[in-house]
């Protein structure tokens, strides 16, 4: 995924809610993709990992869609608490080309009581 | 257990001068990454060890970054001559092996200010 800079994307839902946040990653050679959560002044916490040979899998709450053809992958979060609120960034990895992780450039949700 | 632990949580330095960032990592993880998070930005990888092999350095932007690890567990993320433009948040992570499917897990972060 590409970096927005300074303006993060916002999705904005009532407690409650599904949310729904999307990224699209850049290498089709990627075959493993995890979601962070970064609440402010903390490090991203791991949510949810799948690999490419998955199209679906499901947490507690927590459901990440990939689709290998778009290069598209989502995670979904059910019933949406305001601790959920935070920035969200998806990222990818090559097997085989490093170990490091690129990172998309994040969402921010906000959930509104 | 403890996660990974980074010192200094702030940093505020001069420009030009030379900054020590630490990192502690989750007991028995043999990789540890550096990563460089700027303002309203995704995550830049710096630099990755695993166990004794040379480290990968292929995202330190520039001669003033080096990192060491010793003993195989806490690391040491040293820029020199420090600029504005390297003021960011430094995270650490670490894993428990190398390869797909290994999670990494991350400190808070020092957030370093260059003035």
């Known amino acids: 995924g590409e970096s927005v800079g300074l303006h993060l994307p916002t999705l904005s839902v009532q407690e409650g809610d599904n949310s729904i946040i999307n990224c699209a990653y850049s290498n089709s050679a990627s075959d493993y993709f995890i979601w962070y959560k970064q609440e402010s002044g903390k490090g991203p916490q791991f949510i949810i990992d799948i690999r490419s040979n998955m199209d679906k899998r499901q947490g507690q709450r927590v459901t990440v869609l990939l689709n290998k053809t778009v290069k598209h992958l989502s995670l979904q979060i059910a019933a949406t608490q305001p601790g959920d609120s935070a920035v969200y960034f998806c990222?990818?990895?090559?097997?085989?080309?490093?170990?490091?992780?690129?990172f998309g450039g994040g969402t921010r949700l906000m959930v509104k009581p | 257990g403890a996660g990974v632990s980074q010192s200094p949580s702030n940093k505020v330095t001069e420009k030009g001068k030379d900054v020590e960032l630490r990192c502690d990592p989750i007991s028995g993880h043999t990789a540890l990454y550096w990563y460089r998070q700027s303002l309203g930005q995704g995550l830049e990888f710096l630099i990755y060890?695993?166990?004794?092999?040379?480290?990968?350095k292929s995202g330190l932007p520039s001669d003033r970054f080096s990192a060491e690890r010793t003993g195989g567990s806490v690391s040491t993320l040293t820029i020199q001559r420090t600029q504005q433009e390297d003021s960011a948040v430094y995270l650490c992570a670490s894993s428990l092996i190398r390869g797909a499917g290994d999670t990494q897990y991350f400190g808070p972060g020092t957030r370093l200010t260059v003035l």
């Open positions: 060890f695993q166990g004794n092999s040379a480290p990968d």
């Open positions: 990222a990818e990895r090559e097997e085989g080309a490093g170990n490091m992780l690129t």
